[in-house]
């Protein structure tokens, strides 16, 4: 069963590559995507905690 689930894990992970590269293909940043997936990923209060501590860094380091 584990050898089962290790090969449609493998499978999974090609096919999730061949989106990224028509994706990167038909022009898109998929550093970006990749980004927004991993916030989509999180609950809107983490999000928000995230960005607010971002925030907080750029304006402590002059980048705001």
Do not use: C, N, P
Request: glycine share 4%; net charge negative.
């Amino acid at each position: 069963r584990i050898e089962r689930l290790e090969e449609e894990k493998k499978t999974i992970s090609d096919d999730i590559k061949d989106v990224f590269a028509e994706a990167k293909g038909t022009g898109f940043d998929t550093k970006a995507m990749r980004s927004i997936i991993r916030l989509r990923k999180k609950d809107q209060a983490e999000r928000q905690e995230e960005e607010s501590i971002l925030d907080l860094y750029k304006a402590a380091l002059g980048m705001v």
